[in-house]
């Protein structure tokens, strides 16, 4: 079997292993521009005033031509050339910006090193860095390294080479002697990259045509993976395996582990038995320890043209029922997903939050993660240790994720796409016995759904800081000699009633001076007994709810508008719903979707037409306010009480279901009201807001006090 060798390398790592860099006949020219290697130099120097431990610049794929495995290597660069030509150019503008003071030690010992590794160790009079054929440019390096000015032709090729070291030259010559002492020295230790280094006998010229008109990004995930891989020194196919199963966010988990994992008796399997990886059940065979499987060129080709792994789409097979669902929109990316598995790995093993739960940050997040993992054992566990028990961690939390939380999905009625949690069908027997349901014509959405909508449309995009609890106890187990082992399989009655505590003490969390409250409330929540609230860190509901109500617009969250109109659709789902002249009233309430809403609508109108105004604190409390999206707010613009209600159960009968619920409630003590300019309709208006603001706020308070405690394995620590 072939195999892909990945390493994160540095230049120190190329000076330790005497490597040469070829550049092929096929490649391209140089074609970065002064403004390229600018911004090139720019990035790097933030990153390390930032106090980044490494700055990525990319992937390269690479073949290791040396004669033989104890020779040194000599990486023929098959992708990446214009970042390292680029890297090379800067180390060679650094011994030729003047020269550093004799007291200046380190500045000069910086100058020699440089100019050492700018060398080919093999070959001492010629280049590190070496062009197939392009003899004008092999002079030029040479005649650069002598300290002799500018050389060869006017090729373009060779003009943007000088424009690239002219560049670099100008930027060092503004810098200090500390500045270039510690500049220089970043950028040989730690900036970094991933090398892939394929076999020989691949047929390159196709490879490098496929790969620039594809265009190669290097994930922050992948170099995550890479350096997590490399600590693991057995069996690292599996786990590259595993990760590849997880970051295809838009299949689901299972038929990703069956692409992964082909030869895994799949026929034997529920899906519960996949909450955990099993070495003993899943592994791939004829691998060598420290290799990973390489891909063809078809492979790279079908991978690298789009931005990720996790962006491919299963293909369905021929042989399966229309009704199954092949693949769906996640509602995370790969990244995030990843995040929400470090906390909960953290939590698992005693440790503290991470500092930010920011996607576009993924490698500082993970920064601290894999500086332990480099490090000496400690508390008995390798870095291996714990790179083996991270991918395993993320193993079960995407499984979990898979079977519990909503992806997108296309409505087969409406063609619109909607929020679906796809439930798993086992079909008892044959390879390909796990699938999952797709939406039927019509159907109604469940509480997980709704709930789950709520939290995902009013809290940070971004961050979804709910997850990580509810996908941490879902995840619960023990641990067994070294590995994470399932010993809890709820039902969905137990998830809900999981959910809906975890959003209660969410939606109670006491502001905390200069930190995060959701952030800090979510990893809280990993342990923190769910039987009851009021604590330093949450507020009793009856706070809470009871400051909601004294809030004006704009001060009120979305969270609450949201909140509410799920808790009416749950009482409309137990029979209870508003008297309204519309016969369907029980049916419009229960096909009601949590959805994105965003526009806060005054239902007695800020400026009303022949009406007079209302108090401020009347206008602008909770009970004259309903959320709709902007779409439907502008259709009821500044129309009259009349006008509205009207509007509101026309369009009500046209799609079948209602914009916001607590509408229909409201509308539900206006629609006898005669509504004129006079006083007493102003009178009259303030007396109806006043009494739906207490009914909703009963309804909140009868649904918290409801909140019971979970079953005790679902309050366990992690």
């Known amino acids: 079997m072939k195999m892909v060798d990945a390493k994160v390398q540095t230049a120190q790592d190329l000076r330790e292993q005497k490597a040469r860099l070829d550049i092929p006949s096929y490649q391209r020219p140089y074609v970065w521009q002064p403004e390229d290697v600018r911004k090139f130099l720019q990035d790097i120097e933030n990153a390390m005033k930032a106090a980044q431990p490494h700055y990525f610049i990319g992937t390269l794929i690479t073949t290791n031509t040396a004669a033989t495995d104890v020779d040194p290597p000599c990486y023929e660069l098959i992708d990446g050339q214009q970042r390292l030509t680029t890297l090379m150019l800067i180390f060679l503008a650094f011994i030729r910006v003047p020269e550093p003071k004799k007291s200046d030690r380190r500045l000069a010992l910086l100058h020699d090193g440089l100019k050492e590794f700018l060398y080919d160790p093999t070959e001492c009079d010629e280049p590190r860095l070496h062009f197939a054929i392009r003899e004008q440019v092999r002079d030029l390096f040479r005649a650069w390294l002598s300290g002799q000015s500018e050389a060869g032709s006017g090729d373009a090729y060779v003009k943007d080479l000088s424009g690239g070291l002219k560049t670099a030259q100008d930027l060092l010559k503004s810098k200090t002697d500390d500045e270039l002492c510690n500049f220089g020295s970043y950028l040989f230790n730690r900036v970094s990259w991933v090398n892939n280094i394929v076999p020989q006998g691949t047929d390159f010229n196709r490879l490098f045509t496929a790969l620039n008109t594809s265009g190669v990004q290097l994930e922050a995930s992948d170099i995550i993976k890479a350096r997590l891989l490399e600590l693991i020194p057995d069996r690292r196919m599996d786990y590259d395996a595993i990760w590849q199963a997880c970051e295809n966010m838009n299949g689901f988990f299972e038929r990703n582990l069956r692409d992964v994992f082909p030869h895994a008796a799949w026929e034997d399997y529920s899906y519960d038995d996949l909450k955990t990886f099993n070495p003993d059940k899943f592994y791939l065979e004829g691998c060598e320890p420290g290799q990973t499987a390489a891909m063809t060129l078809s492979d790279i080709v079908a991978q690298e043209s789009v931005p990720g792994t996790q962006d491919r789409e299963p293909e369905q097979d021929e042989r399966e029922d229309e009704n199954v669902l092949t693949h769906a929109t996640s509602i995370l990316t790969f990244p995030q997903l990843l995040l929400h598995t470090l906390r909960i790995y953290r939590h698992q093993q005693g440790q503290e939050d991470i500092a930010s739960v920011d996607p576009a940050h993924l490698n500082k997040c993970f920064a601290d993660f894999l500086e332990e993992c480099a490090a000496a054992p400690a508390e008995g566990k390798t870095g291996a240790d714990r790179a083996r028990a991270f991918i395993e961690c993320l193993w079960t939390v995407r499984h ?263 509408l229909a409630w409201l509308f539900s003590i206006t629609k006898d009201m005669k509504i004129d300019g006079s006083l007493e309709t102003v009178k009259r208006m303030e007396a109806v807001i006043q009494h739906h603001q207490d009914r909703m706020q009963a309804f909140f308070i009868e649904y918290y006090e409801a909140d019971r405690p979970l079953p005790v394995r679902q309050q366990c620590h992690l």
């Not at 609450?560 to 137990?574: C, G, N, P």
């Not at 959320?627 to 009207?646: R, V």
Request: hydrophobic content about 35%.
């Open 400 to 662: 979990q994720f898979d079977q519990w939380v909503m992806k997108r999905v296309t409505d087969p009625q409406s063609g619109q796409t909607i929020m679906f949690r796809a439930q798993v069908k086992d079909a008892k027997s044959g390879k390909k016995r796990l699938s999952r349901a797709a939406p039927a014509a019509g159907g109604r959405v469940g509480a997980l759904e709704q709930l789950q909508s709520v939290r995902y449309f009013t809290g940070s995009h971004g961050a979804q800081y709910w997850l990580t609890p509810f996908l941490g106890r879902l995840a619960m187990g023990r641990w067994n000699e070294g590995r994470w082992v399932a010993d809890w399989f709820p039902t969905d009655t137990h998830v809900l009633d999981l959910l809906e505590t975890l959003d209660n003490r969410l939606s109670c969390s006491a502001p905390r001076k200069g930190k995060d409250e959701q952030k800090f409330a979510s990893f809280d929540l990993l342990s923190a007994d769910l039987s009851g609230s009021g604590t330093p860190i949450y507020e009793t509901a009856e706070n809470a709810i009871a400051g909601l109500m004294q809030h004006e617009y704009p001060a009120i969250t979305h969270y609450w508008f949201q909140k509410l109109d799920y808790i009416l659709w749950k009482k409309a789902r137990d029979g209870m719903v508003p008297a309204l002249p519309d016969r369907d009233v029980k049916d419009r309430f229960r096909r009601y979707r949590i959805v994105s809403r965003n526009s806060v609508e005054h239902v007695y109108p800020q400026t009303p037409r022949n009406l007079l105004p209302l108090p401020a604190e009347i206008l602008h409390c909770f009970g004259n306010l309903a959320l709709l999206n902007a779409g439907e707010n502008s259709a009821y613009g500044n129309q009259s009480l009349t006008d509205k209600e009207n509007e509101f159960f026309e369009k009500g009968g046209r799609t079948g279901r209602y914009d916001s619920l607590k």
